[in-house]
């Protein structure tokens, strides 16, 4: 299982505000919440591999996106232990 946190980042990076949190049977169903809720964010990078491999590497995946409308956010996704 894994936890989803959706947060907005605010003052340069210096402020992070969880916004989304949801939990996830499979790292598929973690990048379908992300497209979800962040439907304008090319998911491109939150592919299998390198989510799977991050996350057996770091215990996370993390990146930073951003929105058409100039939203800035960062997607964390964690195994749940």
């Known amino acids: 299982?894994?936890?989803v946190?959706?947060?907005?980042?605010?003052?340069?990076?210096l402020r992070v505000t969880p916004e989304q949190k949801d939990t996830?049977?499979?790292v598929q169903e973690a990048v379908s919440f992300i497209?979800?809720?962040l439907?304008?964010?090319d998911?491109?990078?939150?592919?299998?591999?390198?989510v799977q491999g991050?996350?057996?590497?770091?215990?996370?995946?993390?990146?930073?996106v951003s929105t058409a409308d100039g939203g800035?956010?960062?997607?964390?996704?964690a195994p749940m232990i």
């Open 43 to 50: 998911t491109a990078a939150f592919d299998d591999s390198a």
């Open 39 to 41: 439907p304008g964010v």
């Open 54 to 64: 991050s996350v057996n590497r770091v215990n996370d995946f993390r990146r930073d």
């Open 5 to 13: 946190v959706i947060s907005r980042l605010t003052d340069n990076g």
């Open 24 to 26: 996830a049977m499979s």
């Open 72 to 77: 800035h956010y960062r997607v964390v996704i």
């Open 1 to 3: 299982m894994f936890r």
């Open 35 to 37: 497209r979800e809720h």
